[in-house]
Each structure stands twice: as C-alpha cells, then as structure tokens.
C-alpha cells in the first residue's frame, strides 16, 4: 500500500518555473515506477512523466520533454518535477501516482499505476 501527497503547485507567468513534488508513504516506494499525469478542465488525464525505480529511465510526453525534468529521491520517498518554460496549456491538475511495473510505452499507461494521489494544481497565466 502506497499513500502519495503532492504539493508545490500554484499560479505561475507564462515562462516561468515551478516544482511540484509528491511524497509517498509505504515501505516499498523504491520498487515503483512513479509517474506524473495531468487533466486540465474537461480533459482527459495524461501521461506527463515517468521514472523507473532506481532512477535510472525516465519517460516524457513530448509536450513537456525539455522543459520538464522528473527525479526521485528513495531515501526521501519522494518524486519531483520541475517545469521549465511554462505555457497556459500546462494548466491542470496534476497526479502523482505508482506503477508496481512498468517498461517503455506502458508507463505512459494509466492503468498500470495502482496508487493516486488528490492532486496539485498548476496554473499557467499568459
């Protein structure tokens, strides 16, 4: 069982930064995958990032690939992303949640990730 809380989000200018982290409680963070979804207002929820359990691999939609960057600590049991350049699009809710396994193009899959948290919103103003 995995219990996963983010914080950091808020209102930032377009081109701007900001770090969003998610901490997670449970013995066995360092064995999941942890990945990064949003859903902006009626959208559907999407894949953002991913990183594998050592850290080693990480994943990214091409919407945010060089201007997000993903990473974990397991001592902390904690996952981060910081957002770079920001734009009005990256406006939404955005999910931390934990994937027992996942490879390649499955971690972009939201039905491999078992535990969810409430979610952070960012707001991008242009």
């Known amino acids: 069982q995995v219990h996963l809380e983010e914080s950091g989000g808020g209102l930032v200018q377009a081109g701007g930064s900001l770090r969003i982290s998610c901490a997670a409680s449970g013995r066995t963070f360092g064995s999941y995958t942890m990945g990064w979804f949003r859903q902006a207002p009626g959208k559907e929820r999407d894949f953002v990032s991913a990183?594998?359990?050592?850290?080693?691999?990480?994943y990214y939609a091409d919407s945010v690939k060089g201007r997000f960057t993903i990473s974990r600590d397991n001592a902390k049991k904690s996952v981060y992303l910081q957002m770079n350049s920001l734009k009005p699009e990256d406006t939404a809710v955005y999910y931390c949640?934990?994937?027992?396994?996942?490879?390649?193009?499955?971690?972009?899959?939201?039905?491999?990730?078992?535990?969810w948290g409430q979610g952070t919103q960012v707001t991008v103003s242009s």
């Open positions: 990183i594998s359990s050592s850290g080693g691999g990480a």
């Open positions: 949640a934990a994937a027992p396994y996942c490879s390649g193009y499955g971690c972009y899959d939201s039905g491999n990730y078992f535990y």
